[in-house]
């Protein structure tokens, strides 16, 4: 089923995307509730039509998301979480986790603009805020031990250097 999805859906696409799904997803979940609509000839005649209408507001959008993008250039997230003997987390650190100690370093985003997988292990990882359909921002995350000091953020320095290099080069560039 091919529809026009009305706002953004993390996974799926983006406000305004012609995206195709399953017969059910559609009919019983993002028509019902407004995420979408079917896409029609009519109706892509009009989103094209708006699409061409909105074109400054959309520039002004990638503006703001570009500029919310670049408070996280440079940031890098350190957790610490309690752990057993093996290494293995009681519990995990999730996108939520991320986002309440970004909140402790003044910058404010929502749990569900961040991408990443549950993490169950001491280390380092990527996880990516995405602001826009063009602008997505890699962090690094370190998880600890709760109690360690400092000889297991040096361990895994060399782990975290590798993205946070690369990933701003790679930001700019586009």
């Known amino acids: 089923m091919e529809i026009i999805l009305k706002e953004d859906i993390i996974g ?98 929502d749990r569900k603009r961040i991408i990443m997988k549950d993490i169950k292990t001491v280390g380092a990882y990527v996880a990516t805020a995405v602001f826009h359909k063009e602008v997505k921002v890699e962090i690094p995350v370190t998880v600890i031990a709760e109690g360690q000091t400092e000889a297991p953020k040096a361990e895994v320095a060399p782990v975290k250097e590798a993205p946070v290099v690369e990933t701003p080069a790679e930001e700019t560039a586009e």
């Open 12 to 109: 799926l696409g983006y406000k305004n995307d012609i995206v195709n799904v399953k017969n059910g997803y559609g009919r019983n979940y993002l028509i019902p509730t407004g995420k979408a609509i079917i896409a029609s000839a009519s109706a892509k005649k009009v989103l094209a039509e708006n699409l061409k209408q909105q074109a400054h507001k959309l520039a002004a959008i990638l503006a703001n998301a570009q500029k919310e993008a670049e408070k996280l250039n440079g940031v890098a997230v350190e957790v610490a979480a309690k752990v057993s003997a093996t290494g293995v987390l009681y519990g995990s650190v999730t996108s939520a986790t991320v986002a309440e100690e970004l909140a402790k370093k003044g910058i404010e985003i």
